[in-house]
């Protein structure tokens, strides 16, 4: 699969790419004078066409078989896996992450589109036992409509794999706003589902910056709304689409603890706590952002991780020895050091790692070198606000009451990481920490595509099911009950 960005990419509505002014760029963040794609930025005029589109696609998509909705997405998954490596480095170009990062994403996309295309095979509805003699008693899963699709940066392929994959399998179409920051893969991603044979106005494709979102958000043929970022935006969504009273999913920000025990295996997991804070450059909606630690072994903890951290290699993630890429943004960059400033303020010791090349301390790519901050408290900023940059914060407990309160003591409940050899704690944990994805013993980060994926409290909609796993048909169908009487009296 060839993608020439040379020419300004335009909207894909109705199933062609309507192109226009090349309004707006997308760069590589390891090198901002590389330009990845020219595109142009939708209006109201495009929003509603795509709208239009979707809406004239819905009853034949819908009435379509869904095995053979599921067969045009394992077809997408085919051609995801036949340009493995093009869409690695073009992720890599156009977000920053490592190439190995980058494999692993179309790795899990690959899964998590079969993975949906197969729940074409799952039973539709229920048969029940009518009291009326001869009376049929079923339900049936029914598309919602067209769904309003909004994604963040930092997974553009797998995170829209998993919202596109199963509002396509059951019958919905769909209105798509990607981030601006990191569009190509998108685009990537809709000229392979368009190859695969998704119809004309199934799948369309909006490009611009947050009012572009908003304008699909609010727009009146939306039919629900399936939102991953932050959560300014996401209470946003929430409040407008409650007045509206159209189905939302938010899957949004985290301050994911890993929690360390004396009796857990301690270089495992100081590793794991590494690895879960600074992969993705911190980046991840469930990377590590506290660690928890016992006092007893605060200290063994910090010299593991600081030492390891001061190991990884800054650099392009193009480049096969780089361990941390850099950040999506100059932005990023600035609030990632303002955020640093503002902890070293308040009282927290800042230890910088990572291997800098000359050459990557003097470019001008986006980067923050791997930051430890020791002597953090519970109620300081950056133990409680989302700082999305390799940045981990360290917090000691003396007892089990006190690591759970500190874990539990944010407005988030995403992912946490519980390491200790303890089962009856584990089972504690599993019972009192109030977050939606738990590990035991390994990293914060990760999703599977068959099972749940979700967070509660600020993470999460008041009322949203989770993404993933057969979860995924409960957001993206609902449930018709039918009473069939007999055409003639028996
Ligand atoms: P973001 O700024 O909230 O943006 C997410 C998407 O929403 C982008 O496409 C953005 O467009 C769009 N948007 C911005 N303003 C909007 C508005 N008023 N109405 C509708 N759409 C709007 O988040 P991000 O910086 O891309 O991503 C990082 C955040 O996502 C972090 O908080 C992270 O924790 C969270 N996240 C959560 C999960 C999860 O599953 N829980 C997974 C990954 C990331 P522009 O890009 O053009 O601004
Ligand atoms: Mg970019």
Redesign the pocket.
Known sequence: MDQDFSHPVGQFIGGAWVRGRADAVSVNPARPTEEVLRYAIADSEDIDAAFDAAQRALRPWGAMPAPERGRIVRRAAQLVESSRDELARLITRDEGKTLAESQGEVSRTIETLNYHAAQCWEPEGHRYASSRHGEELYTVRLPVGVVGV??????PMV?PSWKLGPALVHGNTVVW?????CPAPAIALVRIFHDAGVPDGVLNLVLG??SV??QV?EHTSVNAITF????P?GR??ESSSAEKRVRCQL????HNATVIFPDADIERAAKSAVASSMLGSGQK?TSTRRVIVHESIRDQVVASMFDQMEALAVGDGLDSDTSIGPLISRAAQTHARDGIAAAEAAGARVRTGGRLTDAIRSSDGFYVPPTLLEEVTADMPIAQE?L?APVVSVITFRDDDEALDLANGTRFG?SASVFTSNPLRVRQFVQLLDVGVLHVNGLTTGAEPHVPFG?RRD?AAVQSPPEQGPAAREFFTWTKTVYEEPAVSL
């Open positions: 909004i994604t963040p940066f930092n997974f995170i706003k990607p981030a601006s920051l910056p947050g979102g908003q958000c991953t970022g932050s959560v935006v946003m969504i899957e949004l920000g985290g909606c989302e999305f995403l967070g993470s």
